[in-house]
């Protein structure tokens, strides 16, 4: 028996059909000039108005079915509501459409079987097209029909086009290549997103000394170090060479901090009295909006914080609290003029310090279309057949790109585009394909590798 060839995973060139060009002078078709258009059908259900009662109760429970041949969309219902507005956007890949009308058809959600209330023909023929940089089409009313093609109660605004994945109307859809997924979570996980990653600073905590510590046994020379927290980070300094009351370390400790700060920085003065065994001496807690910021090499100035320790003893039947007040002297601060190394430095695409105003001006901008992938590998099971549902990870700087999840294909088109600015040509980008977990109860696993890059 003849063994498969192995899978050839060098780079190739591709010559794929792209969208883009020209149309009636400098207008263009599309903004997405480095992938193939692909066609889709869009319906964007805005809102009803004027419906009838359909039940005993003598209320309304809408919600609207849009169907194109053996694919069929639905909006969320409303309980008890004449004039539901919706706001969903529906679109049908042209390359799957089976059809020559579409219907769409208000509802009444009922307990046994849901009441017809009306609906909307059209005819695929007369369905105009959309052609970018034009205006997204405005929605209209439309007068309800019953079964027979007579007019019913009630009207319902509409927007049907024809256009492309280029529409801003694509990223919110319902998607017909995606009709197995339900739930609003499960549609949340497919769709594509952009994420920006926060922004990280350095904080430096210089520790230099404490003052009137009061440790409990009086009778021993103290053995006093500082432990700082911050999130889950945690570092702490030497034991002070002075073991008095008033010890001094002049020691930096370095944390990562990433806004918006939402945990404080937490120092602990701490007395090492058996092996194993702290004291607590004092502790104070810094927010880190509180804390300077730094851009240059000149230091900032130093302060002294209130370290708090919390004592409770008895007097005859009373609880008496004391309060010792010792102080910490520290210089504390956000260091901005450095880059936070955050990945492998041969992968790493973004060399900007934190602070902004030290930035460069920018020497262009990176375009990348993710056009397709082919051989992939069944990454779960599904009714007893391999299956995966993969989808696309871009990173570059600051900014991550997903793209939308194509379901159940081992040759996934996906035809997205996304731009970067770039700021340092001797930076990477880097692309991986990942089956999604959140589908089918399979585990999350990578599909490709890391592709180094550069801008155009």
Known sequence: MQRAPPEDFLLKETKPHLGGGKVSGDKLTSTYDLVEQMQYLYVRVSKAKDLPAKDLTGSCDPYVEVRLGNYK??????????????????????????????????????????????????????????????????????????????KAKGELMLAVWMGTQADEAFPEAWHSDAATVSGADALANIRSKVYLSPKLWYLRV????????????????????VKAILGNQALRTRISQSRTINPMW?????????????????????????????EVLGRCMIPLQMVDRRFDHKPVNTRWVNLE????????????????????????????????????????????????????????????????AQGLMPMKTKDGRGTTDSYCVAKYGQKWVRTRTIIDSFAPRWNEQYTWEVFDPCTVITIGVFDNCHLHGGDIRVEGQEIQGSER
Request: proline share 6%; aromatic share 8%; hydrophobic share 35%.
């Open 309 to 372: 320790k919390h004592v409770v003893i008895m007097e005859g039947d009373k609880k008496k609290e004391i309060k010792f007040a010792s102080r910490l002297h520290v210089r504390i601060c956000l260091e901005g003029g450095y880059h936070v190394l955050d990945e492998s430095t041969h992968y790493s695409s973004d060399l900007r310090p934190t602070a902004k105003q030290l930035w460069k001006s920018s020497i262009g901008v990176l375009e990348l279309g993710i056009l397709n």
């Open 250 to 278: 002049n020691e930096d400790l370095m944390f990562v901090a990433a806004e918006p700060f939402e945990e404080p920085l937490i120092l602990s003065v701490e007395d090492r009295v058996a092996p194993n065994k702290e």
């Open 206 to 225: 210089n520790l230099i000394e404490a003052q009137d510590l009061q440790p409990s046994d009086k009778g021993r020379y103290p053995e006093v170090f």
């Open 73 to 150: 969309g639905t909006t969320r219902h409303f309980e008890k509501k004449t004039n539901p507005e919706w706001n969903q956007v529906f679109a049908f890949s042209k390359d799957r459409i089976q059809a020559s009308t579409l219907e769409v058809t208000v509802k009444d959600k009922d307990v046994v079987k849901d009441d017809f209330i009306g609906r909307v023909w059209f005819d695929l023929n007369e369905i105009p097209k959309r052609v970018p940089p034009d205006s997204p089409l405005a929605p209209q009313w439309y007068r309800l029909e019953d079964k027979n093609g007579n």
